[in-house]
């Protein structure tokens, strides 16, 4: 029986995929398992029995991802699985950070009770224009699977698209609209655009790279949008931005006490994964990833670990989680041959300073010989 711990409201479509061998909930102890949305685990405790965490989303910041690695723990994203829905909010925002839609409607409120509504609306509307954005400038900070599904929408809403991604993936880029200009450097995107887009992780390089300098350089009336991690942009730096009128308009998915209800700043509470089918797709995405790894050793989609899948054959598995260093392919061939134990099947993937060996046999012995092997972090039976 594994036992699975939801640290946050995950779709009963994924759940609902867990068979009679799982036991999920809030209040399991022990488990094998955490799915999680986006509750920070960096404080949580872990126990012995965790082995595997699986983010339904996209950004694992909220994860202690070196302490799961040094532990055994594989971590589990969704790339993509909710790219539609973050896409879709951003258009709404380009919208709202052009054509003063929020104040407008704010403004209309205030005319309750008046009369002749009609006659104030069409003398007020003159203070809400805003541009069109077709034949704008948009710059997007980070292509991946969010950065390319906006530089394409934005590409057929008729702007002129520039991208900045240093490290953007072969796949990304087969997928991306050739109408993309390819900035070489994020100076580019700051001093040439009239609207900027954060599609980046939350990393050391990318941490305020929104802030005073990068903001000085950017044209007069420039529109930022944030739909990535807060951190990402300096708050004080934006509020500063706007007083001098060098921003006109910055829209978040982040709230952050010191921006909500400043002029010219729209907050929205972290809304860019909350549709129906985002929260479907990560949560299904999410379960067969933790299933596949606790059944089967398998591994897909780890931000910690390397992409290693193999049908099952033989009666056992042993999954080895081991620091990337020589020499461990022949200690666990000769512990298990000092055994007598025949090895079928085996794979071995390194991911940066770890990696990952699936041995396939039809008998058992040595474990506790692998176990306390130097190097070696986590070992795993299936059967
Ligand atoms: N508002 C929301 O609800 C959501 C927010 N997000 C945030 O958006 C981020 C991106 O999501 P996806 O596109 O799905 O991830 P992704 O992993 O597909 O794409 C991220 C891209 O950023 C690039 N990148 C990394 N460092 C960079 C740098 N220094 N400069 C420029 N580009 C850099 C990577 O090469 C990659 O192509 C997530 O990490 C998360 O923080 C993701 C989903 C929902
Ligand atoms: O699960 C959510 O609502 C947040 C989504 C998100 O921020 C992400 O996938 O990185």
Wanted: proline share 3%.
């Amino acid at each position: 029986m594994y036992k699975i711990k939801l640290m946050n409201k995950i779709s009963s479509v994924g759940t609902a995929l867990f068979n009679q061998d799982y036991l999920v909930g809030e209040d399991q102890k022990d488990e094998d398992g955490i799915l999680v949305r986006s509750a920070t685990l960096h404080d949580y405790e872990f126990p012995q029995s965790l082995k595997a965490i699986a983010r339904a989303g996209a950004g694992v910041n909220n994860i202690p991802i070196e302490k799961c690695s040094e532990q055994g723990v594989v971590v589990f994203n969704t790339p993509g699985a909710n790219a539609n829905a973050v896409k879709e909010l951003v258009l709404c925002a380009l919208f709202l950070s052009s054509r003063q839609i929020v104040e407008g409607i704010d403004w209309v409120k205030t005319l309750k009770g008046q009369e002749d509504v009609g006659k104030l609306v069409e003398k007020g509307k003159s203070q809400f224009v805003g541009p069109e954005i077709d034949g704008k400038k948009l710059g997007i900070i980070g292509l991946g699977a969010i950065g390319v599904n906006v530089a394409n929408a934005a590409i057929k809403l008729g702007m002129e698209v520039y991208g900045y991604d240093p490290y953007i993936s072969v796949d990304a880029a087969w997928g991306m609209s050739k109408w993309v200009k390819n900035a070489q450097n994020v100076d580019t995107i700051f001093t040439e655009c009239d609207y900027i887009t954060l599609h980046a992780p939350s990393t050391p390089e990318t941490k305020g790279m929104i802030n005073q300098e990068s903001i000085q350089k950017m044209k007069d009336g420039v529109r930022i949008l944030n739909f990535a991690r807060a951190d990402l942009v300096n708050s004080q730096d934006i509020l500063d931005g706007i007083a001098q009128g060098k921003i006109k308009k910055y829209i978040t998915d982040f709230a952050t006490e010191d921006i909500i209800d400043q002029k010219d700043v729209i907050v929205m509470p972290h809304l860019g994964a909350s549709t129906p089918e985002s929260e479907d797709n990560c949560a299904i995405m999410a379960v067969r990833e933790m299933m596949d790894y606790l059944e089967n050793g398998n591994i897909t989609n780890s931000v910690n670990l390397p992409s290693v899948k193999e049908p099952r054959t033989t009666q056992y598995r042993i999954c080895l989680i081991h620091k990337n260093v020589p020499n461990m392919l022949a200690q666990f061939a000769t512990i298990l041959a000092n055994k007598h134990i025949n090895i079928e099947n085996m794979v071995n993937k390194a991911k940066g300073e770890y990696a990952y060996t699936m041995i396939d046999t039809q008998d058992i012995a040595g474990l506790e010989e692998l176990e306390t092997l130097e190097n070696v972090i986590r070992v795993r039976v299936i059967k």
